[in-house]
C-alpha cells in the first residue's frame, strides 16, 4: 500500500515552454501532497504544499506563477513548470500523506531538463 | 531557525555497525525522521521519533533527546546495498518535513 505515481519520469523541453508534472497517491487518500526539487549531489528543497481543495502555500524563495500547484482532488496534484529556462533543470519529487499520519509517501521523481 | 547539521559522508565495511548522528534547532520542531536515498531514486521511509528515546526496526535503530536536540540513525551488519544517502529531517507544524543535508554512506567490502 501507499504508492505515490508520478509522471512523467522524465521531461526534456524547450526554453520558455512549460510543463506539466502529475503526482497520484493510488491506494490512499492524501489530504496533503508536497512538492520537492533536488539538485545532484544535494539534499531535497521544500518547494510547497498543496491541501486539497485549497491554494498551495510556497516556502520563501519560491516563485508561485513560475510554479503552478494544482491539488483538484485527494489523489492527483500537478506541478505546472511555466516559461521554463535552463536553470529550472531539476528532479521534481512530490510527497503525499494522509491526515494525522506522520509519513510522507514519495513519489519516484521527474527528472527534468530544459534546453 | 530551523536547520539540521549531519555529516556529509560515512565510510564503513560490510558487517560493520555505523551512527549517524544528527543535531537541530528546536525552533518549531514536532519530531524527527530518517528516510534513505539511493541515488536517482525517492527518498523511502526509514523512522520516526517523536518522543526521547530509541526505536529499533530491523537491523536500523533511531534515537531522539529532545534536551539535547539531538538524534542518531544506527545502521548494524551494514550490507553493500546500504550505500546510499541518509537524511535526517524535521517535522514541522502541518506535517512539512525539512530535510537535511543527507550523510553519504559508502559500504566498502
Known amino acids: 500500500g501507499a504508492v505515490v505515481s508520478q509522471h512523467p519520469s522524465r521531461v526534456i523541453c524547450k526554453s520558455g515552454t512549460s510543463v506539466k508534472i502529475e503526482c497520484r497517491s493510488l491506494?490512499?487518500?492524501?489530504?496533503?501532497m508536497f512538492w520537492y526539487r533536488q539538485f545532484p549531489k544535494q539534499s531535497l528543497m521544500l518547494m510547497a504544499t498543496s491541501n486539497e481543495g485549497s491554494k498551495a502555500t510556497y516556502e520563501q524563495g519560491v516563485e508561485k506563477d513560475k510554479f503552478l500547484i494544482n491539488h483538484a482532488s485527494l489523489t492527483l496534484s500537478t506541478l505546472t513548470v511555466t516559461s521554463a529556462h535552463p536553470e529550472d533543470s531539476s528532479f521534481y519529487i512530490c510527497?503525499?500523506?494522509?491526515?494525522?499520519?506522520?509519513?510522507?509517501?514519495f513519489g519516484p521523481g521527474t527528472r527534468l531538463t530544459v534546453t | 531557525g530551523q536547520s539540521l547539521e549531519q555529516p556529509s559522508e560515512v565510510t564503513a565495511v560490510e558487517g560493520a555497525i555505523v551512527q549517524i548522528n544528527c543535531t537541530y534547532q528546536t525552533s518549531g520542531f514536532y519530531g524527527l525522521s530518517w528516510y534513505q536515498q539511493h541515488d536517482g531514486g525517492a527518498p523511502t521511509f526509514l523512522s520516526y521519533?517523536?518522543?526521547?528515546g530509541l526505536e529499533e526496526t530491523g537491523r536500523f535503530s533511531s534515537f531522539l533527546s529532545r534536551s539535547d536536540s539531538y538524534g542518531y540513525l544506527l545502521l548494524q551488519e551494514l550490507q553493500m546495498k546500504d550505500s546510499a544517502s541518509y537524511f535526517c529531517?524535521?517535522?514541522?507544524?502541518?506535517?512539512?518535513?525539512?530535510f537535511g543535508q543527507g550523510t553519504e554512506l559508502s559500504v566498502k567490502p
Open positions: 510527497s503525499a500523506r494522509e491526515a494525522r499520519d506522520y509519513e510522507q509517501y
Open positions: 491506494d490512499f487518500q492524501a489530504t496533503t
Open positions: 529531517d524535521r517535522y514541522n507544524q502541518g506535517g512539512k518535513l525539512i
Open positions: 521519533n517523536a518522543l526521547d
